[in-house]
Nanobody, 118 residues
Framework: QVQLVESGGGLVQAGGSLRLSCTASGNIGSIITMGWYRQAPGKQRDLVADVSTRTTNYADSVKGRFTISRDNNKNTVLLQMNSLKPEDTAVYFC?????????????WGQGTQVTVSS
């Protein structure tokens, strides 16, 4: 059974940095896209950044501040977050999409809280 395990969230002051990590365990298959989403209280879950074999996408609100990277050998995706702002406060979820033995898959992590104080 595949699980995505996240780490790295926490409380930080505005202007600070955090690094989120998400690793897949189990026989996951071929991961095409790794991404991070976030959801603030009362709001929908939105894309923060994702990376596939050919492209990398960022939400406009994080461009220039956040960097996503992946390590295919370790089935891991990282999100380096710099110059954090209070509006970055949310629960952050990692997401892996690809193709496995049984067909397409779409896995989510459990979420990690990021709180930025002003």
């Amino acid at each position: 059974q595949v699980q995505l395990v996240e780490s790295g969230g926490g409380l930080v002051q505005a202007g600070g940095s955090l690094r989120l990590s998400c690793t897949a365990s189990g026989n996951i298959g071929s991961i095409i896209t790794m991404g991070w989403y976030r959801q603030a209280p009362g709001k929908q879950r939105d894309l923060v950044a994702d990376v596939s074999t050919r492209t990398t996408n960022y939400a406009d609100s994080v461009k220039g501040r956040f960097t996503i990277s992946r390590d295919n050998n370790k089935n891991t995706v990282l999100l380096q977050m710099n110059s954090l702002k209070p509006e970055d406060t949310a629960v952050y979820f990692c997401n892996f999409r690809g193709v496995g033995y049984w067909g397409p898959f779409d896995y989510w992590g459990q979420g990690t809280q990021v709180t930025v104080s002003s």
